[in-house]
């Protein structure tokens, strides 16, 4: 059982949470105004616990990222640097824009050479950053039922050993696993997110995932 530092107040902070909660974690949730998350608190049960981003990232021998991707590198910059270091960091993270779709398709503020997660490795070099839970919408993340059996979660990273340990939380929450190599592979992961979108926007069907057939 790890404790588990989740920074995010949004929806994929309370999936999460709670998922990790469901799997028999300790959780502490954060964000700028922890007072927001009072009512999520009272009915997480006794294993939960919320503070300040500072707070929670210095807490959890777990992190992870949740928050909007244009606000990432700013949350990270109150976490603090020391409570990241060494600590695996699960990146969940899209670099939308906030203009409108276009037809359905999200605008990225990145590049395809230059990804969101390589932004925030190169900041924070101690940090082990692994991309994943970013290519589904947030209602599948944990134990996702589909016809089609279990949904491919996509994963990268530079430390094998952050991977590792991603991939028993995936494991644990139903996912097939694709791991896609080295933290370059987010510029190919996040776009993901516009295309998990696409019918979303398009015909308002939220309830797909992605699977890889091999
Ligand atoms: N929603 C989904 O289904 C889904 C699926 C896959 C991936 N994602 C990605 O997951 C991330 C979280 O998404 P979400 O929908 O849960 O929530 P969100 O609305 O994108 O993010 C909410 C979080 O961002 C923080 N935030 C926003 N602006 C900030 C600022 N200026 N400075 C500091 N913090 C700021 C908020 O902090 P406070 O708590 O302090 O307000 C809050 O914790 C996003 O990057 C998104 O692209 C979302």
Redesign the pocket.
């Known amino acids: 059982m790890a404790k588990v530092a989740i920074?995010?107040?949004?929806?994929?902070?309370?999936v999460l949470s709670d998922g990790f909660l469901k799997h028999g974690d300790h959780v502490v949730r954060g964000?700028?105004?922890p007072a927001?998350l009072a009512g999520w608190l009272a009915k997480a049960g006794p294993r939960a616990s919320t503070g300040t981003?500072a707070e929670a990232a210095a807490q959890g021998e777990l992190v992870v990222l949740?928050?909007?991707?244009?606000?990432?590198e700013?949350?990270l910059a109150?976490a603090g640097e020391a409570s990241l270091a060494g600590k695996v960091v699960i990146d969940?993270?899209?670099p939308?824009e906030p203009s409108p779709p276009e037809r359905g398709v999200l605008r990225f503020f990145t590049t395809l050479d230059d990804s969101l997660m390589e932004r925030l490795q190169r900041r924070y070099p101690s940090a082990r950053f692994v991309k994943a839970?970013?290519?589904?919408?947030?209602?599948l993340?944990v134990d996702p039922q589909l016809p089609g059996g279990p949904p491919t979660m996509f994963i990268c990273g530079d430390d094998a050993a952050a991977k590792q340990v991603v991939r028993g939380v995936l494991e644990r929450f139903g996912w097939d696993i694709e791991d896609l190599g080295g933290v370059q592979a987010a510029r190919a992961i996040e776009p993901l997110?516009i295309l998990w979108c696409i019918p979303g926007f398009l015909h308002n069907r939220w309830g797909h995932a992605l699977k890889l057939l091999r």
């Open positions: 920074l995010g107040s949004g929806a994929v902070g309370t964000s700028r105004e927001k981003f949740a928050v909007k991707g244009e606000a990432a700013t949350v109150l969940t993270t899209n939308i839970f970013s290519c589904v919408g947030n209602s993340m997110c």
